[in-house]
Antibody
Framework: EVQLVESGGGLVKPGASLRLSCAAS????????MNWVRRAPGKGLEWVSG????????FYADSVKGRFTVSRDNARNSLYLQMNSLRPEDTAVYYC????????????WGQGILVTVSS | SYELTQAPSVSVSPGQTASITCSGD??????ACWYQQRPGQSPVLVIY???RRPSGIPERFSGSNSGNTATLTISGTQAMDEADYYC???????????FGGGTKLTVL
């Protein structure tokens, strides 16, 4: 069974940093592209970042470029999102999602992890 | 940047057909997919490559994509179909994944 489990969320102040993790199991992680998607309160889904299977290709939405860094460790079956210089508008539930076709669609999603940026 | 537009809300009576549309410039030249997200749950892929259903998705869900509009059709809508629905496409010029703003489907 494919499972994606996010961790690392929480409440932080503006300007702080946070690192999200996504532990994958039930599939051959190293051959799939992976993505981070978020949903802010009262808003819709927003794609944040994606990485190819071997990290050769990495992309970011304009809203997080220069502040967020995506990485993966194929030996540990894990995906990460390093979030720096956090802003209140980064408050959202963050999901990791497996990429079925590189690019897209996203066929499996984690349960999501809440990140709250507030003073 | 590429944009996808959805109506904020659609209402349908139980047993009737619901149509949810997604508009974007030459969207028909891209693959469109659709996600269902119930309150408090993670998104679920219901249609990909315009009209393909993943395993486990009921046959009442179907999709089409032509011109500037992709459409998700739910036939014989059930109360359990009440959810937010999002379209998605890949913008090759930026390599970004783009989501529509979402449509809240109400079954009443």
């Amino acid at each position: 069974e494919v499972q994606l489990v996010e961790s690392g969320g929480g409440l932080v102040k503006p300007g702080a940093s946070l690192r999200l993790s996504c532990a994958a199991s039930g599939f051959t992680f190293r051959i799939y592209s992976m993505n981070w998607v978020r949903r802010a309160p009262g808003k819709g889904l927003e794609w944040v970042s994606g990485t190819s299977s071997d990290s050769t290709y990495i992309f970011y939405a304009d809203s997080v470029k220069g502040r967020f860094t995506v990485s993966r460790d194929n030996a540990r079956n894990s995906l990460y999102l390093q979030m720096n210089s956090l802003r209140p508008e980064d408050t959202a539930v963050y999901y990791c999602a497996r990429d079925l076709g590189s690019p897209g669609p996203f066929d499996y999603w984690g349960q999501g992890i809440l990140v709250t940026v507030s003073s | 940047s590429y944009e996808l537009t959805q109506a904020p809300s659609v209402s349908v009576s139980p047993g009737q057909t619901a149509s949810i549309t997604c508009s974007g410039d030459k969207l028909g030249d891209k693959y469109a997919c659709w996600y269902q997200q119930r309150p408090g749950q993670s998104p679920v892929l219901v249609i990909y490559q315009n009209n393909r259903r993943p395993s486990g998705i009921p046959e009442r869900f179907s999709g089409s994509n032509s011109g500037n509009t992709a459409t998700l059709t739910i036939s014989g809508t059930q109360a359990m179909d009440e959810a937010d629905y999002y379209c998605q496409a890949w913008d090759s010029s930026t390599a970004w994944q783009v989501f529509g703003g979402g449509t809240k489907l109400t079954v009443l």
